[in-house]
C-alpha cells in the first residue's frame, strides 16, 4: 500500500495563501460587473458569495497550518518489532516508586499502555487481571502504565483493582518511541521477550485468548 503525501505545515500556508488570494481577487472583481443587466448582476452576487467561501477556506487552512506546526513530528524507525524494547521509566501507583522496564529482564512482559478515561482500556481489564492471576507464577508480568496523574489512577483503583503492575508517567514525561504510538490508538499492547526483545505490538483492546496466543510462544525461551 502507497503511503499518502503528508499535508505539512508549509504545503497547508501555501494552498491557504492561494485561496485566500483567490477569493481576494473575486471579491475586487464581483462589484465591477454591471448590476443593471440581471445576468451579470446576478453573476456579481455569485462573485460576492464565491469569494467569500474561497477567502474564509483560505484563513482556515491558514489556521490549520498553525496549529499542525505545533505539534511536533514524531520521526519513528519503521518497525519495533525485533528490537531492543527502548528503556522506559515510570513509578508505581500505589508506592510511587521509580521503576524502569529492565527491573523485570528474565520474564515476559505484557506492557499495556491505557487510561482511566479509555473505553476500549476499561473494557480490557478484566482479561488483563485474569491474564495475570493465570500466569504470575510462570515468568508473566503484566504492566499497565497511564500518562494521567498518580492520584487519578489511585482512585479509579479504590473502585476496580489492578491484579498487573500498575504504573504512571512521571509529571513532565513524555512517551519515548515506541511506546508514544499510544497517543493514536489506546490501549497499545507490547510483548517483551526474557531478553528485552519487543516481539509483539498491536493497537486496541484484546482478550485473554489473544493475550495467550501472543505470549506463550516465549515463555519456552
Same mark, same amino acid.
Given at each position: 500500500?502507497?503511503?499518502?503525501?503528508?499535508?505539512?505545515?508549509?504545503?497547508?500556508?501555501?494552498?491557504?495563501?492561494?485561496?485566500?488570494?483567490?477569493?481576494?481577487?473575486?471579491?475586487?472583481?464581483?462589484? =465591477?460587473?454591471?448590476?443593471?443587466?440581471?445576468?451579470?448582476?446576478?453573476?456579481?452576487?455569485?462573485?460576492?458569495?464565491?469569494?467569500?467561501?474561497?477567502?474564509?477556506?483560505?484563513?482556515?487552512?491558514?489556521?490549520?497550518?498553525?496549529?499542525?506546526?505545533?505539534?511536533?513530528?514524531?520521526?519513528?524507525?519503521?518497525?519495533?518489532?525485533?528490537?531492543?524494547?527502548?528503556?522506559?521509566?515510570?513509578?508505581?501507583?500505589?508506592?510511587?516508586?521509580?521503576?524502569?522496564?529492565?527491573?523485570?529482564?528474565?520474564?515476559?512482559?505484557?506492557?499495556?499502555?491505557?487510561?482511566?478515561?479509555?473505553?476500549?482500556?476499561?473494557?480490557?481489564?478484566?482479561?488483563?487481571?485474569?491474564?495475570?492471576?493465570?500466569? =504470575?507464577?510462570?515468568?508473566?508480568?503484566?504492566?499497565?502504565?497511564?500518562?494521567?496523574?498518580?492520584?487519578?489512577?489511585?482512585?479509579?483503583?479504590?473502585?476496580?483493582?489492578?491484579?498487573?503492575?500498575?504504573?504512571?508517567?512521571?509529571?513532565?514525561?513524555?512517551?519515548?518511541?515506541?511506546?508514544?504510538?499510544?497517543?493514536?490508538?489506546?490501549?497499545?499492547?507490547?510483548?517483551?521477550? =526474557?531478553?528485552?526483545?519487543?516481539?509483539?505490538?498491536?493497537?486496541?483492546?484484546?482478550?485473554?485468548?489473544?493475550?495467550?496466543?501472543?505470549?506463550?510462544?516465549?515463555?519456552?525461551?
Amino acid at each position: 500500500m502507497q503511503e499518502s503525501l503528508p499535508l505539512s505545515p508549509s504545503l497547508l500556508y501555501g494552498l491557504a495563501a492561494l485561496l485566500t488570494l483567490g477569493g481576494a481577487v473575486l471579491l475586487w472583481l464581483a462589484p =465591477r460587473l454591471n448590476p443593471h443587466r440581471r445576468l451579470e448582476g446576478a453573476a456579481a452576487w455569485t462573485g460576492v458569495v464565491l469569494g467569500s467561501f474561497v477567502t474564509l477556506s483560505g484563513l482556515a487552512l491558514g489556521v490549520l497550518a498553525y496549529l499542525r506546526q505545533q505539534q511536533p513530528e514524531l520521526v519513528q524507525p519503521p518497525g519495533a518489532v525485533g528490537r531492543p524494547a527502548p528503556a522506559l521509566t515510570f513509578r508505581l501507583v500505589e508506592t510511587d516508586e521509580p521503576r524502569t522496564l529492565a527491573d523485570y529482564r528474565g520474564q515476559v512482559i505484557l506492557l499495556n499502555l491505557w487510561a482511566t478515561w479509555c473505553g476500549p482500556c476499561l473494557a480490557e481489564i478484566p482479561e488483563l487481571n485474569r491474564f495475570q492471576q493465570a500466569y =504470575r507464577d510462570q515468568g508473566v508480568v503484566v504492566i499497565m502504565i497511564s500518562d494521567e496523574p498518580r492520584q487519578t489512577v489511585l482512585e479509579f483503583m479504590k473502585e476496580r483493582p489492578l491484579e498487573p503492575v500498575s504504573g504512571y508517567l512521571p509529571p513532565g514525561t513524555r512517551w519515548p518511541w515506541p511506546y508514544n504510538r499510544v497517543e493514536q490508538a489506546r490501549p497499545t499492547t507490547f510483548v517483551i521477550d =526474557r531478553q528485552g526483545i519487543i516481539r509483539e505490538t498491536w493497537p486496541g483492546a484484546a482478550d485473554f485468548a489473544q493475550f495467550e496466543a501472543a505470549v506463550l510462544p516465549y515463555l519456552e525461551q
